[in-house]
């Protein structure tokens, strides 16, 4: 580290953590070690070092010794080695009082402005990227787009602005207010070549702003701008639409559109730690990873930040100062204050003191349309249509957006963050009181707008018990219900056409009547057109196109974290709509997630699904009834519902002869219907109730004559058939203080268990005689239990809970339960766990909105598919390739198993490379071979450890000529593995190739010449044409630096090379043994060279290193290279990890922001981007391409492979084949995403 004149810092001037890490981090630069050099010589993990180098961590005053070593791996004396050991215990003294008049450095809920740019953290990058683009004189005005709460005003502010300001260039910010033209300065007033901002341009799209106006503010902002004054406009993301209805100000969207996405967790954790930094106040690490915790939970988006979370860490961070009078903010403090919650709690109360008499009239009504009630489960936020809610409404929501509690997106509303749901005291009351009522109103909350949204369709009107329950609800309810016209109007044309019984279904109508409206939209546009050129208008339309198409692409990549079905669909309409980058980018990156189908919608929440013996049948329940439906057709059918009237159901399960189904829920009723034939259920018992019970779980015994069930009042009942088919209460045991929530049997049918909300688990016999106790009851988790699962073979018990986790119990020994394993990463309850059929793997549906598979008998991860909302339950198929899932939106999806990332590694992949027929990847538990066909499922063939405990390092290639795949490991060693057989790989032997970790294996076209590269900053050559070698053939040496990359061109005779240190090195091979330089480096990047190759034809060589560019040279003359034009520069991330398509015609390279970006460089003198392929959660190391190009994978540090298709029609029907075989995106889901866009025809 230096100070601004150049001197090193000593060790005494050390002020913070970060100016500590940096001077370490001096240091090991100094020393030439890399991080996992000086991590290994110390001793100390990986992670523990990378914390000290970056600043994130300060050793503990508990462990200085080991810091002291550290010390000394980095080159410290002894005598200098005091001075280090003081600057880390100074660092961790608790720092002393603030001044009294000292500023907060958060702003809580209020935007930043220019004079608060020192206090603005977290969107360096987004202010880069603006700054420069207005710099560089854009051809139209730049629109600013973002969700409500991102962050816009504030990027515009404190960030543009002031950069802006501070080098001399004037700044103007207005906004349209009440005066829409006034928005428009006169160009006397604005200094030439300065910027104007236009914040809040949403605001012109009100009702009460004439479309002319409008147009006329959009004509004087261009004009202005061609004038020489820059214009950005900021624009709200649901006002997107209304906004390229305006030719002119869809062509700026097309051309000049900036997205402001959701902050990721280093951003956010910079939004903490640095504006506290700026205020000589220090921030607890468990603070910031709580925080951030906080803030993530139940998040929407990939990223992991919801954009309404933003500013409520903000305002946490505010008042956690407020509650500090040190210069340090506590996690203690945090806890005191709140958390994230406390401070939702205090801006609500601080709401609803302000709201007039009126608005307070209404305010609880408004709020509970924004909760989904559950019986039996959490509640969660629910998305409400405004058309909902009166003109009184209005003002509760104005006031609660204003303070970013509410947000509202796209004629939409909804609770920011769902904390508020708990949080609030005066919420919760509202959500405890006449839970049932809400229930029943939430229904028909949703019927009707149903109801509305398909154009007043009357099939979808209640009847029958649906109708009775509700008209019993608004006549005995204790108050008024606070009905919505929309809902009166629905009850009123159900009762009348139950009264007539009219069977009219006109479910087309609706069709009709869109059509008809669109046909007017067309001509109105039409007229609007007459007046203009046809050329002009067709431009106009291509403009609008471009930008719907990439409107559509965002709101495909944002949905891809939570729907990815939906998101597949809206990608498919992007490209559709028209050819971009953006649409190419979401509908690739779609066809590398896993393949789901969307079977079914049920229309009400489902906390239960349960599959037939023989996986034919499939049967949910919905609250007040059960579908059944057909699974193994092309498409799935449904066969029948049944209907309980008023009472909801919590669990349903099939006989283990599948004739019968049982269902329980409130009252204390198993009732059970004879499937023998699915299609006509046939009621054939209710049992006697349980007096004042509710049962919550059920279960056949194996010979189907007992039921256990559990039961709310702590108790568990032993239901039995006798010989003439009835069935009664047998036995009723006691097993909890609290509920029942969960029961089990193992196979054999001797053991059940039960738990419930006392967080323990009671074990009883099961004999003829019926139950007896086991042993005492034990705590299988640290909170409430809510699902039970026995291994296949009996012998292990898996817990699911609200702790987030899935506890294994061994029971061979049923009374002296041992814990076992405790299988971690669901972020909120485990509401149901369940074994795969062969008990290799374990299922949990979490609230966390995942589906979550991890190995039963390792624990490791194997797979977890994502939900866009609470996921309440999954089954398995008898076959284990399917699982069933479904949650609080209703829809019944169906994923294949496994999916279509690889998973289940013990640590990172560095890269999962193709054969002609597999897919092979490297870790530090051994080599594991994949299936390469393509279709969306790559399945594992094998896993084959390295012998001796060998750690292989990631480094690996496939010489398919050979049958041969060689691994590198930390060693220096290189294996190899006999893959003719890819089920049952036949391991070779081992040979020392270096002194040090292994960084690449290549193999000429031939596969009988091989390289291999290392951190000993040398390269082997290999010859292996014959007997497998003991011995490198050939070694050169002493190249400068780490040497991460190595691949042959298509000579087979000429290596290239990149050198950590900067540069790139060619090699003549053609003599094995004697390998030489030739020429002279390579040189362009700035700072390390991670990755260089050769394209096929041998003309062209690419280099990426950590200065973010991409650099190409011609080396058709090999003596004489040339740089091909300017590199390739971006502002995220750096490539890791680059590769040329097998044709030559595309360039890949894994970013460490987490994407692999794609161009086309069919002609390499001008590259053009391709796409960006997300998915992956952290950065990405590896890069391959199938051997006939038509996929790509990345090898992430989430520990995952992703492979995506690489052509738009192959990516597509990877969307649509799942898409079709169930539900494709309705029209009601196309308003709420694409607004009033006309709805294409999606995987038709």
Known sequence: MSSSDGAAVAPQDVRTREELGAALTALRLASGLSVRDVARRSGLPLATVGGYLSGRHLPPLATLDQFAGLLTVLAVPDEAAPAWLDAVTRLRRVPGPRP????????????????????????????????????????????????????????????????????????????????????????????????????????????????????????GLGRLHDEGTVVVVALRADFFDAAVQVPELAAWLAATQVLVGPLSTDDLRRVVVEPARVAGVEVDDGLVELLIADATAGSSTRAGLDAGALPLASHALYVTWLAASGRRLTLEQYRQVGRLAGAIAQTAETVHNQLTPEAEAVEKATFLRLVRVSGG?????????????????????????????????????????????????RMREWLDADREGRRVHGRLTDAARRWQDMEHDPDLLYRGAALETADRWVRDAANPPDLSAGERDFLDRSRAAERSRLDARRRGTWRLRALAAGLAVLTTTTATLAGVSASQARASEHQTDL?????????????????????????????????????????????GRDPVTRTDSLDAVVPSVAVSPDGATLAAVTGDGLVVLETTGPQPRRLARMTTGDTSLYQVTFSPDGSLLAAVGDGGLVRLWDVHDPTSPTRVATTAPAAGATYYDVVFTPDGSRIVAGASDGTVHLLARDTDGRWSQAQTVTATKGTVQ??????????????????????????????????????????????????????????????????LWDVHRPAAPTEGLTLTGPASWTNHVAYSPDGTAIAAASSDQHLWVWD?????????????????????????????????????????????????????????????SVIATATTDGLRLWDAAAGGRHRLLSVSPAPGGAHLDGAIGIDDPLHLVVAGDTTGHVHFWDVSDPTRPTYRGAVAAHKDWVDAVAFDSTGTR???????????????????????????GDLGGFVYAVSFAPDDTTLVASVL?????????????????????????????????????????????????????????????????????????????????????????????????????????????????????????????????????????????????????????AVCAPARAGLTMTADEWSRLAGPLTKPTLCG
């Open 100 to 219: 009294a008049a000292a500023v907060a450095p958060y702003l809580g809920l209020r935007a930043y402005q220019a004079d608060d740019s020192a206090l603005f953290f977290g969107r360096e990058a987004a202010t880069d990227h603006l700054v420069g683009l207005l710099s560089s004189a854009p051809g139209t005005p730049v629109v600013v787009v973002g969700s409500s709460g991102s962050g816009k005003s504030s990027l515009l502010r404190a960030g543009v602005q002031a950069r802006l300001a501070a080098d001399g260039r004037p700044v103007t910010v207005v906004t349209p207010g009440t005066d829409p033209t006034g928005v428009v300065p006169e160009p006397a007033d604005l200094a030439h070549g300065g910027v104007l901002v236009v914040d809040q341009f949403e605001e012109l799209f009100t009702a009460d702003v004439a479309q002319d106006q409008v147009t006329a503010v959009v004509a």
């Open 377 to 425: 489960t959490v509640d969660t936020r629910r998305v409400a249509d405004t058309r909902e809610f009166a003109a009184a409404n209005q003002a509760v929501i104005s006031a609660y957006v204003a303070a970013r509690l509410l947000t509202s997106d796209r004629g939409q509303v909804q609770i920011a963050h769902e904390a508020l749901l708990t949080a609030w005291p």
């Open 547 to 591: 930008a719907v198409s990439r409107q559509l692409a965002v709101q495909a990549e944002s949905l891809a974290a939570t729907d990815p079905a939906l998101a597949g669909q809206l990608a498919v309409a992007a490209d559709q709509r028209a050819e971009t980058v953006e649409a190419r980018s979401a509908l690739l990156s779609a066809s």
């Open 742 to 807: 969960a029961v089990a049997l193992d196979r054999s049918g001797a053991l059940v268990a039960a738990a419930g909300s006392a967080a323990s688990v009671t074990l009883w016999s099961l004999t003829a005689s019926g139950l007896s106790p086991v042993g005492a009851a034990f705590p299988a988790a640290t909170t409430k239990v809510t699902s039970l699962a026995f291994s296949p073979d009996g012998g292990t018990l898996a817990a699911g809970s609200t702790d987030a986790g899935v506890h």
């Open 856 to 916: 039963a008998t390792t624990g490791v991860r194997l797979d977890s598919f994502t939900h866009p909302t609470t996921l309440l339950t999954a089954a398995w198929s008898p076959d284990g390739g399917s699982l069933f899932s479904a949650g609080s939106d209703g829809i019944l999806r169906t994923w294949r198993y496994p999916g279509a990332t690889l998973q289940g590694f013990s640590s990172i992949p560095g890269q999962g490379v193709f054969g002609a």
């Open 1010 to 1036: 091989m390289a291999v590269s290392s951190d000993d900053a040398s390269i082997t050559t290999w010859d292996l044409s014959g007997a497998l070698p003991t011995a490198p053939t050939g070694r050169i």
């Open 1061 to 1213: 240190s900067g540069h790139v090195d060619l090699l003549d091979a053609s003599d094995l043994a004697h390998p030489a330089l030739v020429g002279r480096p390579l040189t362009g990047p700035k700072g390390y060279v991670y990755s260089a190759a050769f394209s096929p034809d041998g003309r062209t060589i690419a280099a990426s290193g950590n200065d973010k560019t991409i650099w190409l040279w011609d080396v058709s003359d090999r003596a004489h290279p040339r740089a091909l034009g300017a590199p390739l520069v971006w502002a995220d991330g750096y490539a890791t990890n680059i590769l040329f398509s097998p044709d030559g015609h595309r360039l890949a390279a894994g970013m460490t922001d987490g994407t692999v970006r794609v161009w086309d460089v069919a002609d390499p003198a001008s590259p053009q981007r391709y796409a960006s392929l997300t998915g992956v959660t952290g950065e990405v190391y590896g890069v391959a391409f199938s051997t006939d190009g038509s996929q790509v994978s990345g090898a992430g540090s989430d520990r995952t492979v992703r492979v995506w298709d690489l052509t738009t029609q192959a990516a597509t029907a």
